[in-house]
């Protein structure tokens, strides 16, 4: 738990001020669409102004089989068609970090849609890291200018009339950021249902103790912040899918991290729960591609793009 010595957390006291803002006023309260990807688990969002057209799309999903190689857009074109029918105006594509276990579909969106695509800054990190596993070479910047924006720590932003800020949350990866609009909180994959539990920290950069802290950061917000997710895997006991909760639930519920786990033992079951777990399905192709904020490799001399598959590295 969060040290009471401890001086106050800047970043979170201006998250907890404009989720409060946002409780007293619905009108700086988001209308949150949901698009459910059951192929790769993911929950991809559409957050909107209420008061204007203005609207963010967050964690967006491009279709991938493996097994043939194949992109395609059915989980994206859902996106596209809601916010035509809507009327609206894409200002922001955020990503809350490079995903292992889904290709990004931001570029295909920007592309018909608009919006500045953005990222934790600590994604040159996870440039750094992967860019050396793929041995991608020198053309490949890791500088994160493959993104329109790269968020720093406590950064404020807007969607229309709604206050938002990126909160820093490493620990699945270095470069995990959360976003907090009005009275929302977007987590990524640092917490998931509260059944399911929490993400795993056995990913390069990632680290169990780091994950912790951050969750405690998240948990400083109102018991009423209604908190997003980015995957649902559906807990045994459990017969539907779900991804919205909230900051008391987690508290109260959390089967990895409600109150009154320590730092310690935390660590412990999340280490030890993460050496069972195999690697993601998509994992190399995901994190090529996410790395490149969503854009494939160029094509090769003959027309054709590539992805790598690095052997007895991972």
């Not at 229309?160 to 907090?180: D, K, N, S």
């Not at 103790?209 to 917000?221: D, E, G, K, N, V």
């Not at 999340?270 to 690697?279: I, M, N, P, S, Y």
Request: proline share 6%.
């Amino acid at each position: 738990m969060r040290d009471p010595t401890a001086p106050p957390d800047p970043v979170a006291v201006s998250a907890v001020a404009k989720i409060d803002a946002a409780r007293a006023d619905a009108a700086l309260r988001p209308q949150v669409k949901a698009f459910f990807d059951e192929a790769t688990f993911t929950v991809s969002y559409v957050v909107r102004d209420p008061g204007s057209k203005a609207c963010a799309i967050i964690d967006s999903v491009l279709d991938y089989d493996p097994a043939s190689g194949r992109t395609s857009h059915g989980s994206a074109d859902a996106v596209i068609d809601y916010v035509r029918a809507e009327g609206l105006e894409v200002v922001w594509q955020l990503e809350t970090h490079a995903h292992a276990d889904h290709l990004s579909a931001a570029p295909y969106l920007q592309a018909a849609l608009g919006g500045q695509l953005a990222i934790g800054e600590e994604i040159v990190r996870v440039q750094q890291t992967f860019g050396a596993l793929f041995n991608v070479g020198s053309d490949f910047a890791r500088d994160g200018r493959q993104f329109d924006h790269l968020f720093q720590d406590g950064e404020a932003f807007a969607i229309g009339a709604l206050q938002a800020i990126a909160l820093h949350v490493p620990g699945h990866t270095p470069a995990c950021m959360a976003y907090v609009i009005g009275d929302t909180v977007f987590v990524g994959d640092t917490l998931f249902m509260p059944d399911y539990g929490t993400a795993r920290c056995d990913f390069p950069g990632g680290d169990a103790a780091t994950l912790y802290r951050s969750i405690q950061r998240l948990l400083t917000l109102p018991d009423a912040t209604r908190v997003f997710l980015c995957h649902d895997y559906k807990a045994p006991e459990r017969t539907e899918f779900a991804w919205e909760t909230t900051i008391g639930e987690q508290r109260r519920e959390n089967v990895h991290v409600h109150a009154g786990i320590s730092e310690a033992a935390f660590v412990a079951l999340r280490e030890a729960r993460d050496k069972t777990l195999g690697v993601p399905r998509l994992i190399l192709p995901s994190v090529q591609v996410n790395m490149r904020g969503g854009h494939l490799p160029d094509p090769e001399a003959n027309g054709v793009r590539y992805l790598k598959i690095p052997l007895n590295a991972v």
